[in-house]
């Protein structure tokens, strides 16, 4: 049926058809195309994004260490701390009362927490709460037990009774004679906060149950599977966020946002949880969008811009010269055969016309005989 229908066609249908078809598939492979790249190409920069994004947590992790690590060397250096934990008086902390006041004006960081403790992980002396001491930490303070049992410093994340927090602590020595132990305690949600307003990256931190099994904060928080929900930066992508546990440390694009669970250490290279953070990829999708319109009309204006140059190449010399050949061949089927047939290429046309003149002029001869 096809081809019955291109054998009958015009010269015009058979270039213009076949060459739609070709235009329309053309069009549909680049669009096919762009669209696996682009995607391509979304993945590759969401996953760098939440890649970096982890990576600048990961170091703000590591300058609160070194700095809670740094303060609590200096201090634990102090002759009058040595003797307070010594002797038991807290009299001779109290000037680190206005100490903790001017780190937290030096550094920008508030809620900073100064904390002195007994071998035992007794609190002896808190900065920030002078008057309440005496509590017994070492059911769900790791670190300081690990600072009272190895005499050497720590730093890390720790998931605390009411909070989870950045600290670094160190081992206060008399000659081989352990003391006690200062740390410097600095707050974790900031640095997610903080992760918001340098990337635009929103986060959730996961608890897990193991870690959390002491923590008075997860009677109020949402359970979510076999973790607690401790803090998130944005309420309204929970639900959405939520789906990275599914596969955690992949990247998953959903609803124009780039999500991902990566784990928590604490001091002791233990997971503590996941750090849910998701992306708003909707600036970049308009961009990638644009761009692919941009180049579909070049691609566009091109192809049309030849097509309609090959057009014209074909009825400049295919489709005129073959109507000149057929007014032609129809003078003489009416006995004209005085006029010549123009021959104006060397092309398979240009044959047919010589042909055809050829004959012309036979039949010239034939009827000049005839009279």
């Known amino acids: 049926m096809l081809g019955n229908f291109f054998r009958n066609a015009s010269l015009v249908e058979k270039f213009l058809i076949p060459n739609i078809f070709v235009v329309i598939i053309f069009f549909l492979s680049v669009g096919t195309l762009s669209y696996v790249l682009i995607k391509q190409q979304l993945r590759k920069q969401a996953e760098d994004i939440l890649s970096n994004s982890y990576k600048l947590f990961q170091e703000q ?5 070194r700095m809670g690590l ?16 010594a002797t038991r008086n807290r009299r001779l902390l109290h000037k680190y009362v206005r100490v903790r006041a001017d780190l ?13 403790l007994t071998p035992l992980a007794v609190s002896f002396f808190r900065t920030w709460n002078p008057e309440r001491f005496g509590i017994d930490v070492s059911k769900f303070r790791r670190i300081i037990v690990t600072v009272a049992q190895r005499r050497t410093p720590q730093k890390g994340i720790e998931i605390g009774l009411r909070r989870a927090l950045v600290t670094g602590a160190y081992p206060v020595m008399e000659g081989r004679r352990y ?16 992760l918001k307003e340098l990337t635009g990256v929103d986060s959730m931190m996961l608890v897990s149950r193991k870690a959390a099994a ?15 929900l401790y803090y998130e930066t944005n309420p309204v992508l929970r639900k959405l966020m939520l789906r990275a546990l599914d596969v955690p440390g992949t990247v998953l694009i959903e609803q124009n946002y780039a999500i ?4 928590v250490f604490d001091f002791s290279r233990k997971s503590v949880g996941l750090l849910v953070m998701s992306y708003d990829l909707t600036p970049i999708i308009d961009s990638y969008k644009q ?19 090959s057009y014209m190449i074909f009825k400049k010399y295919v489709e005129e010269p073959i109507n000149t050949l057929i007014d032609h061949t129809e ?24 042909a055809f003149e050829r004959m012309r002029i036979s039949i010239k001869k034939v009827m000049d005989l005839l009279r």
């Open 61 to 65: 992790v590591r300058m609160k260490e």
């Open 70 to 85: 740094s303060v609590a060397y200096l201090v634990s250096r102090d002759p009058e701390v040595k003797r307070a934990l």
């Open 104 to 116: 937290e004006l030096l550094t920008g960081i508030y809620d900073l927490r100064l904390h002195f």
């Open 179 to 194: 003391l006690g132990a200062v740390e410097l305690i600095t707050p974790f949600n900031p640095i997610m906060d903080q």
């Open 214 to 228: 002491h923590a008075e904060w997860k009677k109020e928080a949402e359970r979510v599977g076999d973790y607690f």
């Open 260 to 263: 991902v669970a990566r784990p």
């Open 291 to 309: 761009l692919g319109i941009y180049i579909l009309m070049f691609i566009f204006i091109f192809v049309v811009a030849t097509f309609f140059m």
């Open 331 to 354: 003078r003489i089927s009416m006995g004209d055969v005085d006029q010549k047939i123009p021959i104006d290429s060397k092309d398979e046309i240009g044959k047919l016309a010589e």
